[in-house]
């Protein structure tokens, strides 16, 4: 997808000095390459018989939303500790340094909801696993994960290894 | 709009005694009612020829992605602190106790942008007035404001004055 590629600004040595960010704001303002990634997104949700969406905050939620709208099936989310406000069960996740958590509402999956995970990139894969495992403990079935940006010189595939990915996009290094 | 009322769910005490937490997330869970939604947000955003739509992180994401997509026009993100990666301006706006600050892109609005900002509520109208200012010290012009529920029994008039608001929901009591 070279087009959807080329509307993604690269920032170097942002958060720090040595990285490149993928910075997907211009693809956001660029109306026929958002409308392009969401109708890829829209097929595999398609093929993979989704009835449900989880789209975790917050930039999964800007993909998540309009997906759940196109499919006509649910949107459900995954928010940081703290801000759902019903009964949640939590799932903690490592980072490069420490853990963090996220959250869903207990009664957001039913036993056998077929869902498709939705965010803007995967790079250490950790929120998209815990995702996974939130899903699974509400008794739903994860039917495929959905990205934008594949950082695919991170390595993610061991740790969501068992689960289907749609990535549009892939940079090889940083 | 009843049946958008009916679809929010009320979860008293939360986030502390004596506050009723307005939970959109079961009016998101419910196609009909999150395509309702964006129906109305569209209407109002095409009466008013929105360029651009602007959400307010995080949940306004879910709605400005979907609004954006379905009117063909870019969306730009206002997000807190540290999280945009190119050239930003910042503004400031008070809490309960203290301030917090949000940020955009310097290059995300033209000058003459007409602008529709999207976001979950008003409350207090804090981060909506400063993304308002925060467009049209980029040189857009706020066109409208469009949100989904609208806690009527908190002053947020006077900060928003000379800003066209549409809300879908009031609830007139905590």
Chains 1, 2 share one sequence.
């Not at 009964?87 to 996220?102: A, N, P, R, W």
Request: aromatic fraction near 6%; proline fraction near 3%; glycine fraction near 10%.
């Amino acid at each position: 997808m070279d087009d959807l590629k080329k509307a993604i600004r690269s920032i170097p040595d942002f958060p720090k000095k040595g990285i490149v960010f993928r910075d997907i704001t211009t693809l956001l303002a660029n109306p026929e390459a958002f409308g392009k990634t969401l109708d890829l997104m829209e097929t595999y949700c398609r093929e993979r018989k989704a009835d449900k969406i989880v789209a975790i905050e917050s930039r999964g939620f800007i993909f998540g939303g309009a997906l759940a709208n196109r499919l006509g099936v649910g949107l459900v989310i995954v928010r940081k500790p703290g801000k759902l406000p019903g009964q949640t069960i939590s799932q903690e996740y490592e980072l490069e340094y420490g853990t963090d958590k996220i959250e869903i509402h207990t009664d957001s999956i039913n036993k056998g909801d077929s869902v498709i995970v939705v965010d803007d990139l995967v790079a250490t894969g950790g929120t998209l696993e815990a995702s996974c495992k939130l899903i699974e403990k509400a008794g739903g079935k994860v039917a495929g994960i959905s990205v934008l940006v594949d950082l695919a010189f991170i390595p993610w595939r061991e740790k969501l290894k068992g689960y289907d990915i749609q990535a549009l996009v892939k940079f090889e290094s940083e």
